[in-house]
């Protein structure tokens, strides 16, 4: 009997494996995967350094990734990179930028690889009980205890523990073998492919890049980020749409409208990919002696510093539950107040989730056109910048109103929807 058993080693299963270890309890850690530091899925490898997103401020330092509110940190040694801008692209080249005016970085990338491979070493310090290449696919929670049905190398067995932590990652399984996604609202179902890339001509290599426009026949922007300090290579994320291979996007892309400079010589390296299901997040992640964690309980993703802070929070929940306390309800409310999807207007179109489709190309490049002068607040947040971008735009009301009134009309109607009305 353990403790507590944890589903998944992504940041947020090892911190909340190696966190509750270190708290004296008995822990397993369950990933299917042989090596964590291999990363074979697209996902996030930046962090995000604005002031209190997802509830706290990071910095990075030598040797860690510290949690300014938390109070707390992460064992990190390997190679970073700050990423000093942001702009917005229209199909015509129209630039919103996004920057801080004393330079400071909007992002700060780094190798998850070593990232995951140092936490695995630290759980097994810790006295971790490790169970690489196994997969949990079931399990049941009778009041008492949970049991979790395992499968390793074709062979199939069970473990039981008090408290069960599931970090397994968006498309989470045992959220849905447990019944976990009950009520929550799928959105859509997708497919992202990151490439690596090299022989990239860019003239800004520092800054990333999000591509808009239905030229791209990609109903998502396509992002171009810089890849540590090598200027010749780049990472690029494709979203497909319902109808082309993510590889036909690309190739398309290549030669169209403001990134075909970019990539004129460019080369893929490296391909890796996940299958994504969107769904509403999980306002109440707890059921019984289970909590959902991480991506296992977001709107897609929490990215790599929430993933951290969930490990660590889940750890000291579950800690407090077996000793009496009201561990989950406390890690729920800090849930629920640190991430911005789980707010009632997230998922606004009107704060520029749906630029695309729902702005034709020749409306982009008009509408950033208003403010290509300007500098906007510096901010790498996928929630905060687009209401930057719609109050910049905005604030030209008047000129849109004389010149495109139609548009105007369109924009103030968007302004009332949601992603559900996008489907």
Same mark, same amino acid.
């Given at each position: 009997?353990?403790? /507590?058993?944890?589903?998944?080693?992504?940041?947020?299963?090892?911190?909340?494996?190696?966190?509750?270890?270190?708290?004296?309890?008995?822990?397993?850690?369950?990933?299917?995967?042989?090596? /964590?530091?291999?990363?074979?899925?697209?996902?996030?490898?930046?962090?995000?350094?604005? =002031?209190?997103?997802?509830?706290?401020?990071?910095?990075?330092?030598?040797?860690?990734?510290?949690?300014?509110?938390?109070?707390?940190? /992460?064992?990190?040694?390997?190679?970073?990179?700050?990423?000093?801008?942001?702009?917005?692209?229209?199909?015509?080249?129209?630039?919103?930028?996004? &920057?801080?005016?004393?330079?400071?970085?909007?992002?700060?990338?780094?190798?998850?690889?070593?990232?995951?491979?140092?936490?695995?070493?630290?759980?097994?310090? &810790?006295?971790? *009980?490790?169970?690489?290449?196994?997969?949990?696919?079931?399990?049941?929670?009778?009041? $008492?205890?949970?049991?979790?049905?395992?499968?390793?190398?074709?062979?199939?067995?069970?473990?039981?523990?008090?408290?069960?932590?599931?970090?397994?990652?968006?498309?989470?399984?045992?959220? $849905?073998?447990?019944?976990?996604?009950?009520?929550?609202?799928?959105?859509?179902?997708?497919?992202?492919?990151?490439?690596?890339? *090299?022989?990239?001509?860019?003239? $800004?290599?520092?800054?990333?890049?999000?591509?808009?426009?239905?030229?791209?026949?990609?109903?998502?922007?396509?992002?171009?980020?810089?890849?540590?300090?090598?200027?010749?290579?780049?990472?690029?994320?494709?979203?497909?749409?319902?109808?082309?291979?993510?590889?036909? /996007?690309?190739?398309?892309?290549?030669?169209?409208?403001?990134?075909?400079?970019?990539?004129?010589?460019?080369?893929?390296?490296?391909?890796?990919?996940?299958?994504?299901?969107?769904?509403?997040?999980?306002?109440?992640?707890?059921?019984?002696?289970?909590?959902?964690?991480?991506?296992?309980?977001?709107?897609?993703?929490? *990215?790599?510093?929430?993933?951290?802070?969930?490990?660590?929070?889940?750890?000291?929940?579950?800690?407090?539950?077996?000793?009496?306390?009201?561990?989950?309800?406390?890690?729920?409310?800090?849930?629920?107040?640190?991430?911005?999807?789980?707010?009632?207007?997230?998922?606004?179109?009107?704060?520029?989730? &749906?630029?695309?489709?729902?702005?034709?190309?020749?409306?982009?490049?008009?509408?950033?056109?208003?403010?290509?002068?300007?500098?906007?607040?510096?901010?790498?947040?996928?929630?905060?910048?687009?209401?930057?971008?719609?109050? &910049?735009?905005?604030?030209?009301? =008047?000129?849109?109103?004389? *010149?495109?009134?139609?548009?105007?009309?369109?924009?103030?109607?968007?302004?009332?929807?949601?992603?559900?009305?996008?489907?």
């Amino acid at each position: 009997m353990f403790d /507590v058993a944890i589903i998944g080693a992504g940041p947020a299963g090892l911190l909340a494996a190696k966190t509750a270890a270190q708290r004296g309890l008995k822990v397993a850690l369950v990933e299917k995967r042989h090596d /964590v530091s291999q990363i074979t899925r697209a996902c996030c490898q930046q962090l995000v350094m604005d =002031e209190g997103y997802a509830g706290d401020t990071v910095s990075v330092e030598d040797g860690g990734i510290f949690f300014q509110r938390g109070g707390f940190g /992460v064992p990190y040694a390997g190679p970073t990179f700050n990423v000093g801008k942001k702009y917005y692209i229209s199909p015509g080249g129209r630039r919103i930028c996004f &920057a801080h005016t004393d330079g400071r970085p909007l992002a700060v990338q780094f190798d998850k690889g070593r990232l995951l491979q140092g936490l695995w070493h630290s759980c097994a310090r &810790a006295g971790v *009980e490790l169970m690489p290449e196994t997969t949990a696919w079931d399990g049941s929670d009778d009041g $008492e205890k949970v049991t979790v049905q395992l499968t390793h190398r074709g062979r199939r067995s069970a473990i039981d523990a008090r408290k069960v932590l599931l970090a397994d990652g968006v498309n989470s399984r045992m959220a $849905e073998a447990l019944g976990m996604n009950q009520g929550r609202t799928h959105f859509v179902t997708t497919q992202c492919v990151i490439y690596l890339l *090299e022989g990239v001509e860019d003239t $800004e290599p520092q800054a990333m890049k999000s591509f808009m426009g239905n030229v791209y026949q990609s109903r998502a922007p396509i992002i171009l980020y810089p890849y540590f300090n090598d200027p010749t290579r780049a990472r690029m994320c494709i979203a497909r749409n319902k109808t082309q291979l993510t590889a036909d /996007v690309y190739a398309y892309a290549r030669d169209k409208a403001a990134l075909a400079p970019y990539l004129k010589n460019a080369r893929i390296v490296k391909a890796t990919g996940c299958g994504v299901r969107a769904y509403s997040s999980m306002q109440q992640p707890c059921r019984g002696n289970v909590l959902a964690i991480g991506d296992a309980a977001a709107f897609v993703e929490v *990215e790599t510093q929430g993933a951290l802070m969930c490990g660590f929070y889940a750890a000291t929940a579950v800690f407090r539950e077996l000793n009496g306390q009201p561990g989950f309800v406390q890690y729920t409310q800090w849930w629920q107040r640190s991430f911005e999807f789980n707010g009632k207007d997230a998922l606004r179109v009107a704060q520029g989730y &749906a630029l695309v489709p729902a702005y034709s190309d020749d409306e982009l490049d008009y509408l950033f056109g208003l403010v290509e002068a300007e500098i906007l607040p510096g901010s790498y947040s996928q929630y905060h910048s687009p209401k930057y971008m719609w109050d &910049a735009i905005l604030a030209h009301r =008047e000129q849109i109103s004389s *010149e495109r009134s139609g548009l105007l009309l369109k924009i103030e109607s968007s302004m009332q929807r949601t992603l559900n009305d996008t489907l």
